[in-house]
């Protein structure tokens, strides 16, 4: 039974009342089930059995064999509608646990699902989800279904090391401890050994926390992979965990230079808010930086997050270039600016005006009436570009309008509305921009 169908009915019980009114006719029992159950009490018996998938999936990256019972070591996904539907709903548990738990370094996976109750041992006539089905096409073969075996494979972690050349490490103090975290931020691609099976099981996680994630295709060698791993001991050894990763893709620019476009990147959650995601993002970039035939650095389809960790890692490193010195601040955005973010850092244009905007609102006194007013209107010069195209398109089209569709292009050209509009991009950029401030004061 494929998950679809049985979430369908788990939404509609009176299918479910259908089929099981089907299965008791040879009995001759329809009136009486009716009778004795009841719509409202059947559909409430069958509520019982709908678990949510994102709290039902338990994951876990485990470092000593305690941590499997450990609780407090478990986080769950963001998402589970790419193997649970759009409502992530499994229908037919009571007390639904899907396992999935990860050696910390090597990633070696245990699965297993748990439950106090089945609906079929309350109702013959009724099946579950098969919820055991989609996991299994989504994690490579080879996971363990039974906890002793992977503990053996937990203590065969000490034997696992980094993929790739070190590029980058780095300290993070641990405000619980006291004590200084070290990690390291890996380069891999897919000729090193026993890199590609790794990557299956580490890529598994993406379904869990990207929205739109998809797996890639590992036979193109254009993919560049850059990990990071936290060092630690354990029993007076050095191991390492993985924290997180970013794919990079590069592109073919004419007549003979790359385009690297960042198409994934996840720190896992029980990492997220030390700063690893700004200090991959800054490795990466410092990596490509000592290619000349590198172009520039883009994203695909970045995310509102996304956009707020570049937006700080790009100031951050563009702030001690020549041409964003506080006193070119002021004269406005250059070319030269552009063509040093450009060949020193692999900025693009887009992205270093950006940048440019963000360094002179941290050096302007916006306090001083005319100080504001100049950076403000600087800003929305750039914003209004967009409107001032649509307008001429709209006016281009007029020409072939009716006077009905005419009158309807009219009033969405009103420029108090397009000023209202504008005003209000500013303020929002404005607070974006004081954010990214606020967050480089701070380190």
């Known amino acids: ?62 470092r000593f ?65 098969d919820v055991e089905c989609k996991i299994r096409e989504n994690i490579p073969p080879g996971f363990c279904s039974n906890t002793d075996d992977f503990i053996t494979l937990l203590e065969k972690e000490a034997n696992f090391k980094p993929f790739g050349s070190l590029l980058h490490t780095y300290s993070v103090h641990s405000g619980d401890e006291g004590e200084d975290i070290t990690y390291q931020i890996y380069k891999a691609d897919m000729t090193c050994p026993g890199f590609q099976e790794y990557h299956k099981r580490l890529q598994t996680f993406l379904i869990w926390f990207i929205e739109t994630a998809s797996f890639i295709d590992v036979d193109d060698d254009r993919w560049d992979f850059f990990l990071i791993f936290e060092k630690y001991n354990k029993d007076g050894e050095t191991l390492f965990a993985t924290v997180g990763y970013m794919t990079v893709y590069n ?94 850092l692999k900025i693009n244009k887009k992205h270093a005006r950006r940048v440019y905007e963000i360094l002179r609102l941290r050096a302007t006194d916006m306090s001083d009436e005319e100080k504001a007013r100049s950076y403000r209107l600087e800003v929305k010069r750039r914003l209004f570009g967009p409107y001032k195209k649509n307008q001429r398109e709209m006016t281009k089209m007029m020409r072939c309008l009716r006077p009905e569709e005419l009158a309807s292009h009219i009033s969405q050209m009103d420029t108090k509305l397009q000023h209202e509009e504008l005003e209000k991009s500013y303020q929002e950029l404005l607070g974006e921009y004081r954010r990214v401030i606020e967050r480089l004061a701070r380190t």
Not at 52 to 60: H, M, Q, R, V
Not at 252 to 263: A, C, E, L
């Open 251 to 344: 592109y073919y620019v004419y007549p003979d230079k790359t385009r690297p476009r960042v198409s994934q990147m996840l720190v896992l959650p029980p990492f997220q808010g030390e700063g690893h995601g700004a200090q991959l993002l800054e490795a990466v970039h410092r990596f490509y930086c000592t290619f000349p035939l590198v172009q520039d650095i883009t994203a695909e389809d970045p995310s509102e997050n996304y956009v707020k960790l570049r937006d700080f890692v790009l100031v951050k490193l563009c702030q001690s270039l020549p041409s964003f010195s506080p006193d070119q601040l002021c004269e406005g955005f250059s070319e030269a600016m552009a063509t040093e973010a450009r060949e020193k």
């Open 1 to 62: 039974m494929c998950v679809t169908d049985s979430l369908t009915r788990a939404q509609s019980p009176f299918l479910i009342y259908w089929q099981v009114c089907v299965r008791l006719c040879c009995c001759s029992c329809v009136v009486f089930f009716f009778f004795f159950l009841g719509m409202d009490a059947m559909e409430k018996k069958l509520a019982e059995y709908k678990c949510d998938t994102n709290e039902a999936i338990c994951l876990k990256l485990v």
């Open 65 to 129: 064999p305690e941590d499997v019972g450990d609780e407090s070591t478990t986080f769950h996904p963001e998402y589970s509608h790419q193997l649970y539907g759009d409502d992530e709903v499994a229908f037919g548990y009571k007390g639904l646990q899907i396992q999935l738990y990860y050696t910390a370094g090597n990633l070696n996976t245990l699965f297993k699902i748990k439950y106090t109750a089945k609906v079929s041992e309350k109702f013959d006539c009724v099946e579950p989800d």
